[in-house]
């Protein structure tokens, strides 16, 4: 199960949820479910309001949390109090800036510059995906959102953008991002 934290400086309206509303949609959703990946924005930026969401999951889920950000743990551990605690609750942190120019071969990375930390006891039995590379055909997920619009959940290859855009264009439709 994926959450994707948004921060919008641009005065954007937006549908406020509160933590609370969030856990309780990610509790009814993860029946069966292993583990949660939370990514951006930037989740470390809304630290507070992650700690909160991170205790709820922990104290009343077996959820994995792995959470992906762009600056290093190094960072992290010196932006405060949040991010310190928020690290001592995740299961697993990957770390770094999205480097496009970077290849991504490496598993759940978007760079392989991003690194793959393993932060509790629980999730070493993720340890061998720590340099594990994909193999073959990524899996992707497409999920269609209101009007003409949707969104690709996963990691694709690189040129992968690039091909889908020339192949829409084959076909007469244009492919724009926001």
């Known amino acids: 199960m994926g959450a994707w934290l948004f921060r919008c400086k641009r005065g954007m309206k937006m549908q406020k949820k509160t933590v609370e509303d969030i856990f309780y949609a990610i509790r009814k959703a993860s029946l069966g479910l292993d583990g949660i990946t939370i990514s951006g924005g930037e989740p470390f930026e809304q630290a507070e309001a992650l700690l909160r969401l991170v205790r709820l999951i922990k104290e ?10 762009g600056y290093t743990i190094e960072d992290l551990n010196e932006q405060g109090e949040s991010a310190s605690k928020l690290l001592s609750l995740i299961d697993i942190l990957i770390d770094g800036r999205f480097e496009e120019e970077n290849s991504n071969k490496k598993l759940w990375r978007g760079s392989d510059n991003q690194r793959f930390h393993i932060l509790s006891e629980r999730a070493k039995k993720y340890a061998r995906y720590a340099e594990e590379e994909y193999r073959g055909q990524r899996e992707l997920h497409f999920e269609m959102s209101e009007g003409n619009s949707f969104k690709i959940i996963g990691i694709p290859n690189r040129g992968f953008m690039r091909d889908l855009k020339k192949q829409c264009r084959g076909l007469g439709l244009t492919l724009t991002q926001p």
């Open 60 to 69: 009343h889920t077996s959820l994995d949390i792995m959470v992906y950000s």
